[in-house]
């Protein structure tokens, strides 16, 4: 007989339904919805009571209402009411209404927590279900203040029955994920890790979603779950089906709660006691020796659940890598679902594969099935598996294979799906640049792409190529003649005109010496695509044709006619215009000599993360990007540098070619040397974090705020810093002691927190300590090292002195090794207020009328270590005309002057 | 963790949907729309996962799906899942369905509307899984209906005698109401594809 009987159903209800289905438009529909609604309504504010059978079906109509996608904004006090019912039926519906339609409604929420209230202390193990149910699906703050401290006493109360085990397990799992603050651990904590050897396996496969999630928020605490739920799995695993009755799945035993185990073991590393591990081992083998022999049963069901299985045991395997044997068949068992006809199972080898490739165990294994993966690349039918295929190229490319592997998918794309070519190409992209042997090819490569795919090439990748070409000399004419033979195909994307304008404007001289692509031909080549092209595409080539000017003077008279004609200098676009009226007053006023230095070849850029790298991680979500190896060979990963500012932002418009050094110096080194001069500041700033400081130096000691702000609305999890000083410092004398405190762990989106350090300098120092930084942001780990700007100077006491005391002091430091002395260039311009300003916060006092000289600035302080003192005398001499200063440095101890020397030279 | 379980038919109508994270009503909507957008134009066949769209979550989600006849079964969920896990927990969502309704239809998930949600909650209770065990599972929903029998042996005779007379004016009972598109049975649910 079936559990539910039909033809009881409540007979309204049913004629509604069918109505709705009758209708024969949507606005026949919403007409007899509303007529409903209406009468719904009237019923509910009736005098009469309505009895519960009345407002079960009432309550029904209106879910099923709001199931075709309608509002429903009454109805909740009837469903309120239900739940004091006595009647199982109301109750159940009320419960129903609620867990469907109350988002967290604060005025409700307090009658429906009474109903609850009661429910929970009934002693009936049904009412405490719905009760449970309730609150694990709203799950609202409010619930969790009024039972977080109940519920565990239900969970591990020895009179509980099964059922409301179960239930209490998850209602407080939904609490511990949504305010984790007011499920306060205690007692109960090790009672509930039992709960894995219950007699009831749905008590097991409730808790221990529960556990896992408690373990990885609190692994210490829960460390005890590994012994026990490895020996749960040995009996699982070793049982004769028939041993676990009605959880046997298709022959499979227990394959659900097997899968949570080993999920659950993947929060921990291996087991350190050796029986434990023996008998994990043991239990990792017998399930891959299962794959091998002949199924139970032909029924898909069946290889599901023991594929399910298998899958997690592989994930354990690669999660611990640590054991060479069971990786190497682990990555066998995957190559021979690589091949097998059902699709799930080949898109999840792929998938697990991919993780597989990392280790440096199973590397070599994985590159071995090459071929069906470029095989599956090609003749998957299912886009989705097709994906995971190019992934898995992607992370097992190496020097070795690149060449092959970049080449398929740039095949590939040709024919790949709208969908993914974007991704496609970034990683192209990246694997063309890490695992570029000679330049030559990964320009090739790049320029193929933009042909294959130009529309799919973001930004990024074309700004990347610049960048490198501009940074490796000797790329630079290759790149040249090849840009210029793409350049004359009779149709070719804008984004290769893009890098063929920017690369011609700085390197076409290294190819103007062939008469075929003399200068003319260039230009007129590059201005043949101008009136194809966007307008920021045109702005860039107006940049590259005032370069020109200043390589092949040849060209001035045709490009300046270009520019002075109306559609540049009048154009109705205001960037455009600029630019065409800038360059033209530029090329007839300037000098050739300004014209070289405004026009100079761009200085390298610094180096930093591949900002295609970065776009792909932000394309596929943080912890996404399956090459982790990537990260980690880059120091500093993801932080370290300054976003990703394309080389158009530095190409210059004639007014701010100077600005152009500033944009480019915008990196940490940058940030770390203005503080040199100043205390208090940002140290560091990108898209996830900043970092301020504020700092205090009195004699030889310090005191540094850190403030390390979350810029984004994720939580960083696991937030770490450690304060190391580098090698020198440690390894013969400490010269400086720095103390602080951890940090919290965790900094919740747009939170910012504060650690302070405390530091003592012992002896003089010229290595500043480093900052290590790393959080997890989403599931990526985050790595940063920072130097911090902790320097000599910061522990000069100002000394006063007469223009007689301090020449005589100035006389007594005149060993040449005492002396420190460096001309250079101004950087920054030499107003003599901001000069004055910076060696005042440079810590040494500022003496005036001591030089004879008015334009010369002196300084004398004392360093002060908890060792000893260290006098310094300081002298700077500006050269306004040439733009010039001359520093000299006297100090009582050399290694000081010469420190103090570097530093100084720096900020000036 | 699942953050919803869908249930639509070949053209898109929702049959069911349980959010176990809390979005707008129009979010739903949208989600279903979006949902049903994904998974109704790919071929039979190919795998039974996709990643998830931009509403739910977007590439940490996954969605794993089953089409029986005019079904389709969706759950959406984050990566501590097992694909081929909830494939099972599907599979014995829809054998449990098939056990209390006796050959289900689409209908009876139309109909039933409560009953399908008390079925449900004995499976998953908050975005976990509560019991894979479908005898368990029966055994909670028949004792359910047990005690729902025995209030209605008491209380609802009444209304019930009042159904009876009105049923009798009616040609056919409302299961059979003509409903023009679609009664199609899920034939032998073991041998699906």
């Not at chain 1, 932000?618 to 300054?642: Q, Y």
Request: proline fraction near 4%; glycine fraction near 6%.
């Amino acid at each position: 007989m079936p559990a539910v009987s039909k033809g009881d159903g409540m007979r309204g209800l049913a004629v509604f339904i069918s109505d709705i289905r009758n209708c024969k438009s949507k606005e026949a529909e919403i007409k007899r919805i509303n007529k409903e609604l209406a009468n719904i309504r009237s019923k509910f504010k009736g005098d009469k009571a309505l009895d519960g059978y009345s407002k079960k079906k009432y309550v029904c109509k209106l879910l099923f209402i709001f199931l075709l996608g309608h509002d429903i904004d009454f109805g909740h006090m009837e469903a309120v009411n239900l739940l004091s019912s006595n009647k199982y039926t109301e109750k159940q519906i009320g419960y129903l209404f609620i867990s469907v339609l109350v988002n967290s409604n604060s005025e409700l929420i307090r009658l429906i927590n009474n109903a609850i209230k009661n429910d929970l202390s009934s002693r009936n193990p049904t009412f405490m279900c719905l009760a449970l149910h309730c609150i694990a699906n709203v799950g609202s703050r409010e619930m969790a203040e009024a039972f977080a401290s109940e519920i565990p006493r239900i969970l591990v109360a020895g009179d509980t029955m099964d059922s409301v085990k179960q239930s209490a397990a998850l209602c407080l799992l939904r609490l511990y994920k949504t305010s984790p603050d007011l499920v306060l651990m205690g007692e109960w904590t090790s009672r509930v890790v039992h709960l894995l050897n219950d007699q009831h396996m749905g008590v097991v496969t409730a808790a221990i979603s529960l556990i896992t999630c408690l373990s990885q928020k609190n692994p210490d605490e829960f460390k005890t779950c590994v012994s026990l739920a490895v020996s749960r799995l040995s009996r699982i695993v070793s049982s004769a089906s028939t041993d676990l009755q009605d959880y046997t799945y298709y022959f499979v035993p227990a394959p659900w709660l097997s899968c949570k185990l080993l999920r659950l073991l993947q929060c921990y590393p291996p087991p350190e006691d050796g029986a434990v591990k023996g008998r994990l081992v043991e239990c990792l083998e017998t399930i891959l020796n299962k794959a091998q022999e002949p199924p139970k049963s032909k029924k898909v069901q069946h290889s599901n659940a023991k594929n399910a299985i298998l899958f997690e045991a592989i994930s354990l395997i690669i999660h611990y890598d640590s054991e060479p044997n069971l990786l190497v068949r682990a990555c066998n068992q995957l190559g021979q679902f690589l091949q097998h006809r059902e699709t799930n199972l080949r898109y999840l080898a792929l998938e697990s594969m991919c993780t597989l490739a990392s280790s440096e165990f199973s590397h070599e294994a994985v590159k071995t099935h090459i071929e069906t993966v470029i095989n599956a690349l090609k003749t998957e039918r299912d886009v989705s598996v097709r994906q995971r295929a190019a992934d898995l190229l992607y992370a097992m490319c190496d020097r070795s294979n690149a060449k092959q592997i970049v080449a398929e998918m740039l095949s590939y794309l040709e024919t790949a799906d709208y969908s993914i070519r974007e991704e496609m190409v970034l990683k192209v992209a990246i694997l063309a640049e890490k695992y570029a042997v000679d330049y030559s090819w990964y320009v090739d490569t790049i320029l193929n792409l933009i042909r294959i795919a130009g529309d799919y090439v973001s930004e990024e990748v074309w700004y990347r190529v610049i960048q490198i070409v501009i940074n490796r000399d000797d790329v630079q004419g290759y790149a040249a003649k090849t840009v210029f033979e793409a350049l004359q195909a009779p149709a070719c994307h804008e984004n290769m005109v893009k890098v063929g304008g920017y690369i011609l404007g700085e390197f076409g001289n290294l190819i103007a010496g062939d008469p075929r692509s003399s200068p003319l031909v260039q230009f007129n080549l590059l201005h043949s695509k101008f009136h194809l092209c966007s307008v920021p595409t045109r702005a860039l080539l107006l940049s590259a044709y005032i370069k020109f000017i200043n390589l092949f003077p040849e060209t001035k008279a045709t490009i300046q006619e270009v520019l002075r004609c109306d559609s540049q200098i009048r154009n109705s676009d205001v960037e455009l215009q600029q630019r065409a009226v800038e360059y033209l007053k530029l090329s007839s006023i300037a000098s050739t000599d300004v014209l070289a230095t405004v026009l100079e070849e761009m200085p390298p850029f610094p180096e930093r993360e591949s900002s295609i790298l970065a776009k792909l991680k932000k394309k596929k979500g943080p912890g996404a990007v399956s090459v982790p190896e990537l990260d980690d060979k880059r120091e500093g990963g993801e932080l370290n540098g300054g976003g990703d500012r394309g080389p158009d932002t530095a190409a210059m418009s004639a007014s701010n070619a100077v600005s152009r050094y500033v944009l480019v110096a915008s990196s940490c080194l940058f940030m770390y040397i203005g503080f040199v001069c100043k205390n208090n500041g940002v140290l560091f700033e990108n898209q996830l974090l900043q970092i301020g400081i504020k700092s205090e130096y009195r004699q030889n000691l310090g005191r540094m705020y850190l403030f390390y702000g979350n810029k984004t609305s994720v939580q960083f999890a696991s937030f770490t810093t450690t304060v190391s000083c580098p090698g020198e410092l440690q390894s013969h004398i400490l010269s400086l002691n720095v103390q602080t405190k951890p940090v919290e762990p965790l900094v919740e989106g747009g939170a910012q927190i504060q650690q302070v350090l405390n530091i003592e300098c012992l002896t003089d120092f010229s290595e500043a300590p480093l900052l290590n930084i790393k959080f997890r942001y989403g599931g990526a780990l985050q790595n940063l090292s920072l130097k911090l700007p902790v320097t000599i100077n910061k522990f000069f006491q100002p000394t006063e002195m007469t223009s007689h005391d301090f020449f005589q002091r100035w006389k007594q430091l005149s060993q040449p090794q005492q002396e420190a002395q460096k001309i250079f260039k101004a950087n920054h311009g030499m107003d003599t207020e901001v000069l004055k300003a910076k060696l005042l916060g440079l810590g040494t006092a500022l003496l005036d009328d001591v030089d004879p000289n008015p334009e010369n600035y002196v300084c004398a302080g004392v360093i002060q270590t908890k060792g000893q003192q260290v006098g310094c005398l300081l002298r700077l001499e500006p050269n306004g005309q040439a733009q010039m200063y001359r520093l000299t440095l006297r100090c009582s101890k050399d290694s000081v002057s010469m420190r103090l020397c570097e530093l100084l030279a720096q900020q000036f | 963790m699942i953050k919803a379980i869908l249930i639509f038919n070949n053209h898109g109508k929702p049959r069911l949907s349980k959010f176990y994270e809390h979005y707008s009503e129009d979010t739903e909507q949208q989600i279903i729309r979006e949902t049903f957008h994904l998974v109704s134009k790919r071929d039979e066949n190919v795998c039974n996962f996709l990643e998830g769209g931009m509403l739910i979550g977007g590439s940490d989600y996954r969605l794993i799906y089953r089409h029986y006849a005019t079904l389709y079964f969706v759950f959406c969920v984050d990566s501590s899942e097992s694909e081929l896990g909830i494939l099972d927990l599907i599979q014995v969502f829809v054998e449990t369905l098939d056990k209390c309704f006796e050959n289900v239809c689409e209908l009876d998930l139309i109909f039933h509307v409560d009953k399908v949600h008390n079925i449900l909650a004995e499976m998953v209770m908050g975005g976990m899984v509560l019991e894979t065990n479908m005898n368990e599972i029966i055994t909670q929903v028949d004792s359910q209906n047990k005690m729902e029998k025995s209030e209605a042996g008491i209380a609802g005779a009444p209304a019930r005698a009042v159904s009876a007379v009105k049923n009798m004016n009616l040609p056919e009972m409302p299961r059979n109401i003509n409903i023009g598109d679609i009664s199609i049975k899920v034939p032998n649910l073991p041998s699906f594809k």
